[in-house]
T-cell receptor, first 115, second 112 residues
């Protein structure tokens, strides 16, 4: 009966390193959404994926950021060559179908700190 | 271009009284609105929602009101309890859209 699992909970990276954030959706959920929360701001949409497909990446920065949701395993948000401005809380949400009519389920987030 | 705005960053209410959290939006294409509650170090938890075809939705102590002409919605919690102390986010979605637009949140403190 696990909810949306994100790991790691906290991640510290030096500038220029790569960050990999993992998200395992709830059982039976095949739709995954990534959001980012910068300090003192609300959550901002990044990307929406279904198994093996990126459906909407309109919120992803054009460079250094990528996401995948393979047939097997968790969804991965990858940030290459991290910079201080990437420091934020990254939340993953999942749902059993497209849309957010009932409010999809969020994980506890990964807090990325770039030093 | 903050399309969903929560202009009160914080609110304090006495236990047992009503809490009213407000939210304004600018995009007239939004057709679904949600409220999330967030505790520190946790992800947002869905609380209640409302479709644009309604003006009120109630669930226990929580009621959401929607005023489409004013592009305004509010969340009423009555009676407020200390366990309600959290950050509340308002969110909105456009027709057929995949993503939600979130406000910046209001921190509610319910004083025992």
């Amino acid at each position: 009966n696990a909810g949306v699992m994100q790991n790691p909970r906290h991640l510290v990276r030096r500038r220029g390193q790569e960050a990999r954030l993992r998200c395992s959706p709830m059982k039976g959920h095949s739709h995954v959404y990534w959001y980012r929360q910068l300090p003192e701001e609300g959550l901002k949409f990044m990307v929406y994926l279904q198994k093996e497909n990126i459906i909407d990446e309109s919120g992803m920065p054009k460079e250094r950021f990528s996401a995948e949701f393979p047939k097997e395993g968790p969804s991965i948000l990858r940030i290459q060559q991290v910079v201080r401005g990437d420091s934020a809380a990254y939340f993953c949400a999942s749902s059993p179908r497209q849309g957010a009519d009932y409010g999809y389920t969020f994980g506890s987030g990964t807090r990325l700190t770039v030093v | 271009d903050q399309q969903v705005k929560q202009n009160s960053p914080s609110l304090s209410v006495q236990e047992g009284r009503i809490s009213i959290l407000n939210c304004d939006y600018t995009n007239s294409m939004f057709d679904y609105f949600l409220w999330y509650k967030k505790y520190p170090a946790e992800g947002p938890t869905f609380l209640i929602s409302i479709s644009s075809i309604k003006d009120k939705n109630e669930d226990g102590r929580f009621t959401v009101f929607l005023n489409k002409s004013a592009k305004h919605l509010s969340l009423h919690i009555v009676p407020s309890q200390p366990g309600d102390s959290a950050v509340y986010f308002c969110a909105a979605r456009g027709t057929g859209a995949n993503n939600l637009f979130f406000g910046t949140g209001t921190r509610l403190t319910v004083i025992p």
